[in-house]
Nanobody, 125 residues
Framework: VQLQASGGGLVQPGGSLRLSCSVS????????VGWFRQAPGKEREGVSC????????HYSDSVKGRFTISRDTAKNTFYLQMDNLRSDDTGVYYC???????????????????WGKGTLVTVSS
């Protein structure tokens, strides 16, 4: 199982970014996958997760209404569209999966078994 995140960068407040996570070793039609972030001086948090077998999503309260998780099964890639970014969205974002979890909520509130390397998102003017 491998996950590769990309798409981070520097963006101004109010701007948008799309993160991508390309996966191999499994298909995006059964397990839960998601995005986590670690802001400076804070604990890692589950930002958004997706149950790939039934498309149920989970979002943390801090990003609800601004972030959208999605997937492209043909490309075996899932995404995090981040809109209306704020300075407190700054952090290292990690994509993750757990083949033993099918629930988006369960994945976002536990520690997944498989992680990609992080990609840095900086929201600053």
């Amino acid at each position: 199982v491998q996950l590769q995140a990309s798409g981070g960068g520097l963006v101004q407040p109010g701007g948008s970014l799309r993160l991508s996570c390309s996966v191999s070793g499994f298909l995006l039609n059964r397990p839960a996958v998601g995005w986590f972030r670690q802001a400076p001086g804070k604990e890692r948090e589950g930002v958004s997760c997706l149950s790939t077998w039934n498309d149920i999503t989970h979002y943390s309260d801090s990003v609800k209404g601004r972030f959208t998780i999605s997937r492209d099964t043909a490309k075996n890639t899932f995404y995090l569209q981040m809109d209306n970014l704020r300075s407190d969205d700054t952090g290292v974002y990690y994509c993750a999966a757990d083949l033993g979890h099918s629930s988006s909520y369960a994945l976002c509130t536990t520690s997944p078994s498989d992680w990609g390397k992080g990609t840095l998102v900086t929201v600053s003017s």
